[in-house]
């Protein structure tokens, strides 16, 4: 499985590990595509997402990462 790069701006541990949780802006630009399709992914369940807050929402590197990567455009 391919590794997947991410923002590790306020959601990294502090010993250097990747961190646990990223936004959706983080998500959409480690996928490449854009944060309307993170919440997309979200609302059909195609990708799990925690509410931490009314407002906040993180996802699990680990669920982005299962989801595999994009394999080509439009034809």
Known sequence: MAHTTLSMRNTAPRNGALPL??????????KGVTERTI????????LSAERVG??????RVEDLEQMGH???GAA
Do not use: F, M, Q
């Open 21 to 30: 949780y990223v936004s959706i802006k983080e998500a959409a630009a480690a």
């Open 39 to 46: 919440r997309r992914w979200i609302a059909t369940n195609h």
């Open 54 to 59: 009314p407002r906040l929402i993180r996802i």
């Open 70 to 72: 994009r394999i080509g």
